[in-house]
């Protein structure tokens, strides 16, 4: 037998691909698949709010949330060792934009830095939670360089809790939690472009459809024995989006075919939704089929809103949400 040959990972030097933070990485890290990327490694589900976002006379490189909790998330990228300059701007965004989860993202940390977000993260929490990340590009023979995140520093409070909450779960929430991580394999099996995150012990999976405050949502409920597929919109200036998208309902539905179109009353919320009934969720026999159905249903509606969506009048959602930090006090 020919012995077989492997590749030799390399790493490649990071100044060498992205020459400067501001204007090539925090404009590639702000990218969906990058942002996956990194949630993936630290486990929390970081969806793109704004980049270079002011805060006072300075500007947060990269402001996001944490779809599972709606906490604020701040980012704070360095393609060079660790600094103070860079500690002190990622806690002043914080500060100046409410946010309860710091990463802090560098090629290198010194040991002092690294011991310090463990200070922040023993004083500050539930609070603040602070991660430390490294970043390096390795490749192989002519390939294409990768990215790799490194956590080395983590809030354990936040992390244990999210275990803690796993051990725990119901009968419902495990049946939820293994059905979506089934969804997850079922979709990278058969190929899809969506863009696929953490599965939690909820009756909802959310999928990125390219911009902040909109979502795509599989849902499956064990009650009402149904699963669903809708386009999701939330905060002050959902109604304005939703009768911005209205208009368009003709073509859209074109792609989609016949969706429900609701304005929720009891709160600023909207969806476009459709609903397959008399789905057994608890009987793993009709899961391929319901994956399927998901499936196809989520690319379909990725395909119909989300160019629409990015094309919306920018309605200044995170401006607002800046001057009135009320909503998470």
Same mark, same amino acid.
């Given at each position: 037998?020919?012995?077989k040959?492997?590749?030799?990972?390399?790493?490649?030097?990071?100044?060498a691909? *992205?020459?400067?933070?501001?204007?090539?990485?925090?404009?590639?890290?702000?990218?969906?698949?990058?942002?996956?990327?990194?949630?993936?490694?630290?486990?929390?589900?970081?969806?793109?709010e704004?980049?270079?976002?002011p805060?006072?006379?300075?500007?947060?490189?990269?402001?996001?949330r944490? @779809?599972? @909790?709606?906490s604020?998330?701040?980012?704070?990228?360095?393609?060079?060792?660790?600094?103070?300059?860079?500690?002190?701007?990622?806690?002043?965004?914080a @500060?100046?934009?409410?946010?309860?989860?710091?990463?802090?993202?560098?090629?290198?940390?010194?040991?002092?830095?690294?011991?310090?977000?463990?200070?922040?993260?023993?004083?500050?929490?539930?609070n603040l939670?602070c991660?430390?990340?490294?970043?390096?590009?390795?490749?192989?023979?002519?390939?294409?360089?990768?990215?790799?995140?490194?956590?080395?520093?983590?809030?354990?409070e936040?992390?244990? @809790?999210? $275990?803690t909450e796993?051990k725990?779960?119901?009968?419902?929430?495990?049946?939820?939690l293994?059905?979506?991580?089934?969804?997850k394999e079922?979709?990278k099996?058969h190929?899809?472009?969506?863009?696929l995150r953490?599965?939690?012990?909820?009756?909802w999976?959310?999928?990125?459809?390219g911009?902040?405050k909109?979502?795509?949502?599989?849902?499956?409920?064990?009650?009402?024995?149904?699963?669903?597929?809708?386009?999701y919109?939330?905060?002050?200036?959902?109604?304005?989006?939703?009768?911005?998208l209205?208009?368009?309902?003709?073509?859209?539905?074109?792609?989609?075919?016949?969706?429900? *179109?609701?304005?929720?009353?009891?709160?600023q919320?909207?969806r476009i939704?459709?609903?397959?009934?008399?789905?057994?969720?608890?009987?793993k026999?009709? *899961?391929?089929?319901a994956?399927a *159905?998901? $499936?196809?249903?989520?690319?379909?509606?990725?395909k119909?809103?989300?160019?629409r969506i990015?094309?919306?009048?920018v309605?200044?959602?995170?401006e607002?949400d800046v001057?009135d930090?009320?909503?998470?006090?």
């Amino acid at each position: 037998m020919a012995d077989k040959q492997l590749g030799m990972l390399e790493q490649v030097e990071i100044r060498a691909f *992205w020459e400067d933070e501001a204007r090539d990485f925090t404009p590639w890290l702000a990218g969906e698949q990058n942002l996956a990327l990194l949630s993936s490694a630290i486990g929390i589900d970081v969806e793109l709010e704004g980049t270079e976002v002011p805060v006072g006379p300075y500007k947060a490189d990269i402001v996001a949330r944490d @779809s599972s @909790s709606d906490s604020r998330v701040v980012i704070e990228n360095q393609i060079e060792k660790t600094n103070h300059e860079h500690l002190g701007k990622a806690l002043t965004y914080a @500060s100046g934009l409410n946010a309860r989860i710091v990463i802090w993202i560098a090629k290198e940390f010194s040991e002092e830095h690294r011991r310090a977000i463990d200070f922040l993260n023993e004083s500050a929490a539930p609070n603040l939670n602070c991660f430390g990340i490294e970043i390096a590009l390795f490749k192989i023979g002519g390939s294409l360089p990768a990215a790799m995140f490194k956590v080395v520093a983590s809030p354990n409070e936040y992390t244990s @809790s999210i $275990k803690t909450e796993e051990k725990e779960l119901t009968k419902t929430k495990s049946t939820y939690l293994e059905f979506w991580n089934a969804f997850k394999e079922y979709c990278k099996e058969h190929g899809t472009f969506l863009s696929l995150r953490k599965a939690r012990p909820q009756q909802w999976y959310s999928i990125a459809v390219g911009r902040s405050k909109f979502n795509i949502a599989v849902t499956a409920s064990v009650q009402k024995r149904r699963i669903g597929c809708e386009i999701y919109m939330r905060g002050v200036h959902a109604d304005r989006a939703f009768k911005a998208l209205e208009t368009e309902k003709e073509s859209i539905e074109q792609i989609t075919g016949p969706m429900e *179109w609701r304005q929720l009353p009891e709160g600023q919320d909207c969806r476009i939704v459709r609903y397959k009934e008399s789905v057994n969720v608890m009987d793993k026999s009709n *899961w391929a089929e319901a994956h399927a *159905w998901l $499936k196809t249903e989520a690319e379909q509606l990725h395909k119909a809103f989300s160019t629409r969506i990015k094309a919306l009048p920018v309605f200044d959602d995170l401006e607002v949400d800046v001057l009135d930090n009320s909503e998470e006090q």
